[in-house]
C-alpha cells in the first residue's frame, strides 16, 4: 500500500517539518518513515509530533514524568503487539531495547508480555495498558489501588493511560496507510555495544 | 471517577487555553468537559485540539474535506459507540444532529448503524471506520474499491482512518478519567428549531 | 427491511389484538410499531405480550415484583444495547427515562452502563444481567451472594434473569424483521414536565 | 443449582398447567424438566408454552409452516449448542433424532452443525439461525436470497429466526436455573424401533 | 470431505500400522476411523499414536499417571467440544462414557461442563484444561495452587495441559481433514450392561 | 515458571534423547531448550520429535513437501504469534530467518503477516493456517480452491493444516511450562553473513 500514499520529498516539506526530521536524522542515522509518511498533512503532522513529545519526552514540554523512558516505549511496545502494528512494534522495540539495555526485552513484550523477563512493576502496568487498549469502557476505580501498590501515582497512570491512547491512533494510521519500518530498526539494540 | 483528576478551575489555566476555553462557552452556551478534563495538561491539551481542528475542521487549517461537517460527527459517533465511550458517543451524538438536521440520526448510529437511515454512502463510510476501529490489522488494498465506488478519494479515505484513529485516543482518555458528558448534550439538536 | 415483512393494518387484526393495540394508542398517544410488526402472526402476538406483560407488569398476572418500574427497564435498555437493537433501546430507553425521572439515564445505560449515575445495587443488577445476556452458560451459584448483599432475593434474580432472556428474543425479532423506533420514542421523557 | 429454584409439586400447580403436564406425561411417559421448572411463575409457564406451540407446533394455532418438524427442531439444536445449554441441548437433540429418523444427526448438529450429515438446504438453514443467534444486528436484506435459493420463503424465514429466538431466551432461562435434562432424553431416537 | 483424503486401505498399510489396527479391530469390533485417516502418512501416524498412548495409556510406556482413564477421557471430550472437534466429541465421549461408568456424563461435558455431574476435582481440571486450550498464553504461577488444592501434583497438572495441547493437535487434524466418526460410538456406553 | 518443571541434566537423559541433544548442540553451538524441557518425559519427547521430523524435515522419513523449509518455518512463525507463545516465536523466526535469508521476514510475520513483505502465495498460505489455528471446525470444501491456484496440491495443503496443528501443540506446552527461547535465537539470521 506505500504507493497509494506516497512518502512526500523532503525538500517539498514545510520548514518546520524538514527542520525536526533533518535533526532526527542527523541523530539516528536515517528518517524513520512515519516522520515521512504523516507529512502528507503538516497540520495532523505538527499536532501528531506535539502529542508524541508531551508524552513520550515531557520534559521538552516541562512536565517530568514517573515512568521511565524505557517503561513508555514497553507500554508503546506491548500495545502496538495487541494492535498487530508492524511499524510501531519494530520501531518502538529498537527503542525500547535500547532505553532499557536489554536486548532480548522487545520481542518478550512483543509476543507476550505476560512472560517477558520483567518486574512485577512493568508486569502491572502493562497489564493495565492492556485494559485500556482492549476494555477501556471498563476502566474503573477498582483498576487504581493495584498500580499504587507498584509506586505508581495519579499521573503515572495517566501517562500510561494516555501513551496506550495515543499509540492506539498511531497504529491504526500505520496500519492503514501502509507504513513499513525502516530497515534499520530490526537490529537496533541487539547487539550490546562493546566497552571502549 | 471525576474526583481523581479534579476539573482545574478555568481561573487557573495558561491564557491560550483560557482564550479558546471561553470562545467555546461563548459559541456553546458551556464549556464541555473534555476542555476542562484535559486542561489539567496543557502540552497534550494544544496537541489534542490541534489534532482536532485538522480533522474536524480542516478549514481552519486550510484544507478542505470531501465529507461533510455531519459525516465527519457520523464516523466519531459510531467509533465512539463501538468502544462504548460515553462523552463521546453523547456529545458528539448532539453535533451530528445538529449538523446532519436529523433529529433521530445519533441515536440509530450509536446503537447500530446498521439499521440507521442514512444513504449508502454514509453505509459504506462506517464500515469501513469500524474496520480501522476494530481490526485495523486487516486493512489492506481491497478495501479502498469499495469506497471509491460511494464517490470517496484516497484524501476522503484518509480522513475517514483519521478520525476514527483520533477518537479512538479521545474515548480511552474519557472512559479512563471517567469524562461525563454535559447535561446540555443530551437534549441538543432533538427537537427542531421552529422557522421564523 | 418494512418492506419484507410490512406492518399489517389495524382493520385487518383479530379483535383481541385490536382491542390491546387501540388501549395502548389511547395511552401513548401513539401504536408503538412492536405491535404492529408482530401482529401479522396473532398466536406469536398473543404470546410474546402475554410474557411481556408477566415480565413487564406482574401485578396484571397477580405477582408483585421487588424490581422498580425503573429497574426493569433499566435491564431491558442495557440487554438492547449489548444486543444492538435499535428498536428495543429507543423505545425502553424513553420508557426507562419517564419510570426512572432521570431524563439522562437511558443515554448512560446504553452507551456504557458501568459509567451510568445510577447506585451500585442497579449497578449489581446491570452486572448479572449482562451475564446472563452474554454468557448465560457460566452463570452459577457464585453470582448469588453478590446481589443478595444488595437486596435483590432469589424472585428478583429470577426476574433480572427472565427480562434479560425474554427481550434477547425481542432484540432478535426486531432486528430481523428491520423494526424501527416510532419517531415519538426518541424524545420522550427527555424534558422534565413543568410542575403546575 | 435445582435447590435454589425446586421444581413444584404437580398437585400444588393451576388446574391449566397440570392438565398440559399430564398429557405430556401421558405421551412421553415422563414429565421433562422444563414443565416443573417453569410452573412455579404460572403467567410466565403459559405464555412460554404458548409461543413454543406457536413455533413448533404451528398447526396447533391454524398456520402451517414450511420447515418440516425435524427441520425446527434442528435449529433448537444448533442455537442451544451454540448457547451451551444442557438442557435445551439434550431433550431437543432427542426430539430431533426421532423427528428426522437419523440416530446420529443430533450429536452431529450440536458439536459443529457444519460437518453433520445434512442437506445444503438445512446447512443454510443453521448457517442463517447462527446469525441470529450470534449476531442479529448484522442481518440484513442480502441475508434473504440464499436462503431463497434453498426454496424457504419470507414465512419459513421468519420461522427460523423466531425459533432462534425463542429458545435463545429458553436456553438462557434453562442455565440461569440450572435446569438437568431428564435421563430418559439422552438414549431417545438412539435405537432405531424394530419394524414389526 | 472425505473423498479429498480417501482413506487407505488396510492391506495397503506397512505392517506395523496394520499390526496395531487389526488390533484395535479385535479389541473394539471395528477400526475408529482417525487409525485410517491418518495411516495414509505412516510417519505422522507413528508419531501421533506415540504420543497418544503417552498421555493416554502411560503404563504402555513406563509411567503412571494421577488422573483416572475417565479424567483423561473427559480432558478430551471438554476440549474437543470447546474446538467443535465431531470425531473427537463423538469417540472419545463414547470412551469415557465406558470408563466413568457414567451413561450421561459425555453429553454433559460436551455441553457445558460447568453444569455437568462431575466432582469438584474434576471441574478444577476442565477449568485449566480449558485455560490451556482457550488461553495457554495467559497460565501462569496463579493457576496451580487451585488444582494442588484439589490432590493434582506438578506432573498431574502436567498430563491435563500435554492432554488438552495433543487433542488440540487431533482436533484440527480431524476437522481440516473432514474425519466422520464411526456409527459405533454414538451408542457405546449409553445403555448400562445388565449384571449376568 | 522455569523452576517447578526444572531442565535436568543431559548425562541423566536416555542414550536416544542424549545422543540427538549432542547432535543438535554439535550443530547449533547451544542446546534449544525445546529438547531439554521435555526430556523430563521421554516417551513424549520421543513422541514430539518423531511428529516433528514428520513434518519439518519430511525428507527424513522418505516423504518430500511441496513448501520449502522457509515456508514451513514462516507457518510455525505465524502460528505462534498467533497463540502468544514467547519460546516458538523467537526459535522458529530464528530459522525462518535463516532459510528465508532475509533478516526482516519473522518480525513481519509475527506481528502481522498481512504486512509482510512475502508473496500472495505465501499470504494464501498464512491465510489458510490462521483459519486452522483459530477456527479449525469452520475449515471446508471451499477453502482449497484457492489454495490450488497458487500452485499449492492437497498433500501441500495436509502440510500446512499438519504443521500449523503440531505447533499448536507445541506453543501450548511452551507457554504451559514456562519455556524460555535461548537467548542466542534472538539474533541469529539478522545480520547477513558476509561472503566470503
Request: glycine content about 4%; some cysteine.
Amino acid at each position: 500500500m506505500s504507493q497509494r500514499y506516497p512518502l512526500p520529498e523532503l525538500k517539498d516539506l514545510p520548514e518546520d517539518l524538514r527542520q525536526r526530521i533533518l535533526e532526527v536524522q542527523e541523530k539516528s542515522g536515517f528518517v524513520p518513515n512515519v516522520f515521512l509518511a504523516l507529512a502528507r498533512r503538516p497540520a495532523e503532522w505538527r499536532a501528531f509530533f506535539a502529542y508524541h513529545d508531551a508524552l513520550m519526552t515531557p520534559e521538552t514540554t516541562g512536565r517530568t514524568s514517573g515512568l521511565t523512558k524505557g517503561e513508555r516505549e514497553m507500554i508503546v511496545t506491548a500495545t502496538s503487539a495487541a494492535n498487530q502494528c508492524l511499524y510501531c512494534v519494530v520501531a518502538h522495540g529498537a527503542i525500547l531495547r535500547i532505553y532499557e539495555k536489554k536486548p532480548l526485552v522487545a520481542d518478550q513484550v512483543a509476543v507476550n508480555y505476560r512472560k517477558a523477563d520483567i518486574p512485577p512493576r512493568q508486569r502491572a502496568m502493562l497489564d493495565f495498558a492492556m485494559k485500556v487498549c482492549l476494555r477501556s469502557h471498563e476502566v474503573d476505580e477498582a483498576d487504581f489501588p493495584a498500580l499504587h501498590a507498584h509506586g505508581f501515582n495519579d499521573e503515572d497512570i495517566w501517562d500510561i493511560a494516555a501513551i496506550t491512547a495515543f499509540f492506539g491512533l498511531s497504529n491504526r494510521m500505520a496500519s492503514f496507510s501502509g507504513m513499513m519500518p525502516n530497515p534499520e530498526f530490526y537490529l537496533m539494540g541487539r547487539v550490546p555495544r562493546e566497552k571502549k
